[in-house]
């Protein structure tokens, strides 16, 4: 994967997150959090990143199966429970267009094997350095 950078100022919560490839978001916190909710927060980024990964694996298998669907729709609910250290994320997907039952199990079985899904899943670890 290529190296994510993210760089903050003195501006109040405001972030630059850039890639490699010179794609640039912003980051921010709520106004009542003191940023000026200029872009999604970090807990939103890491939502949004399950979301647009199932989409994502979700449209790659169906179009490769030459599936009729036209639309897919997913949200994401995430809630941290800090006193028994456990994360939730709740995950609806929407699946427009022609597909039985059976199909739609194979949906689910694929979302579930979208890769933020397993990184997510899979235990973690994050090596720090100050430099």
Known sequence: MDTISAQIDT????????????NILISDEP?????KN???NPTE??????ASCTVIT??????????NVS???????????S???VSLFTRKIEVIGEVDQTQRQRLETIANSCP????????????????
């Open 58 to 67: 979700l449209r790659m298998y169906i179009n490769r199966k030459e599936w």
């Open 38 to 40: 200029l872009g999604l």
């Open 45 to 50: 980024l890491l939502a949004a990143s399950l």
């Open 31 to 35: 106004q009542i959090l003191g940023g």
């Open 116 to 131: 933020i899904h397993k990184t997510l899943t899979h235990s973690i670890e994050i090596k720090t350095t100050l430099i």
């Open 83 to 85: 006193e028994r250290n």
């Open 11 to 22: 501006r109040l919560y405001r972030t630059e997150v850039t890639s490699a490839s010179g």
């Open 71 to 81: 639309e897919i729709n997913v949200k994401i609910d995430f809630e941290r429970d």
